[in-house]
C-alpha cells in the first residue's frame, strides 16, 4: 500500500518569507499523481498544486512551487512571499487508481506578522 | 465551480442511535469519498464509490456504511453510533480519473456522546 508522510507536524514562516513543507512517499508505480491541498481554519479543503510523475518539469502556481523528486520519491512543497491567507493546514496527497488519494497526516502552518 | 454540500456542519448524536451524513455534488461527477479526519492522523477513507450503486471499502469501513442511489449524492451511514466515531467527516467528489483534484465538501464535525 501507497504511505505519504508529512514529517513536519507544525511549521511558522514570517510573513512575506518563504516557507518549504516536506513530503516524502512510498509507491512501486511509474505512473502517478501528487496533489497539495490547503485547509484553513473552519474552510473547506482546497487544491494548491498538482503534479503529473511522468513530467519532469516542477509544477508552479503563482507563489506555489513544488520540489519533485521521483527517484527520493519527494514532494516539497515551497511557498514564497508568505501571507497571513497561507496560515492553514496543508496536506500532501498520491493518487493512482481511478481517483482514489492516500493522504499525509498533515502540516499545520502558521504565519507571523 | 464545483460544490460539494454536506447536510450538516455540526451533528450531536447519543451513543447507539443511527446518523446519517449526506453529501451532494452538483459536477456529475463519478467519483464520490467519505474521510474521516482526526488531529495528527490526516485524512482516512472511510467508503468509495465510483458510480451509483458501486461502493468499495476505504481503510477504515468497520462501523460505517454508504448508499449512492443517485450519482449526485453519496451517504454515510453509522448504524449504532459509538463514542469513537466523534470525528470530523470530509465528503469530496472528483470526476473519474487519477489527474483529478477532489472537490472536498465543508465538513460535519459529529459528537457522539
Known amino acids: 500500500a501507497q504511505t505519504v508522510t508529512q514529517s513536519q507536524p507544525e511549521m511558522s514562516v514570517q510573513e512575506a518569507e518563504t516557507v518549504t513543507l516536506s513530503c516524502t512517499y512510498d509507491?512501486?508505480?511509474?505512473?502517478?499523481?501528487l496533489f497539495w491541498y490547503k485547509q484553513p481554519p473552519s474552510r473547506q479543503m482546497i487544491l494548491v498544486i498538482r503534479?503529473?510523475?511522468?513530467?519532469?518539469q516542477n509544477a508552479t502556481e503563482n507563489r506555489f512551487s513544488v520540489n519533485f523528486q521521483k527517484a527520493a520519491k519527494s514532494f516539497s512543497l515551497k511557498i514564497s512571499d508568505s501571507q497571513l491567507g497561507d496560515a492553514a493546514m496543508y496536506f500532501c496527497?498520491?493518487?493512482?487508481?481511478?481517483?482514489?488519494?492516500?493522504f499525509g497526516d498533515g502540516t499545520t502552518l502558521t504565519v507571523k506578522p | 465551480d464545483v460544490k460539494v454540500t454536506q447536510s450538516s456542519r455540526y451533528l450531536v448524536k447519543r451513543t447507539g442511535e443511527k446518523v446519517f451524513l449526506e453529501c451532494v455534488q452538483d459536477?456529475?461527477?463519478?467519483?464520490m469519498f467519505w474521510y474521516r479526519q482526526d488531529p495528527g492522523l490526516g485524512l482516512r477513507l472511510i467508503y468509495f464509490?465510483?458510480?451509483?450503486?458501486?461502493?468499495e471499502k476505504g481503510d477504515i469501513p468497520e462501523g460505517y456504511s454508504v448508499s449512492r442511489e443517485k450519482k449526485e449524492r453519496f451517504s454515510l451511514i453509522l448504524e449504532s453510533a459509538s463514542t469513537n466515531q466523534t470525528s470530523m467527516y470530509l465528503c469530496?467528489?472528483?470526476?473519474?480519473?487519477?489527474?483529478?483534484?477532489?472537490?472536498f465538501g465543508p465538513g460535519t464535525r459529529l459528537t457522539v456522546t
Open positions: 469530496a467528489s472528483s470526476p473519474g480519473t487519477s489527474r483529478s483534484e477532489q472537490y
Open positions: 496527497a498520491y493518487t493512482r487508481n481511478a481517483g482514489k488519494s492516500t
Open positions: 509507491t512501486s508505480e511509474s505512473d502517478y499523481y
Open positions: 464509490s465510483y458510480d451509483v450503486k458501486m461502493k
Open positions: 503534479q503529473e510523475a511522468y513530467k519532469q
Open positions: 459536477m456529475d461527477h463519478e467519483n
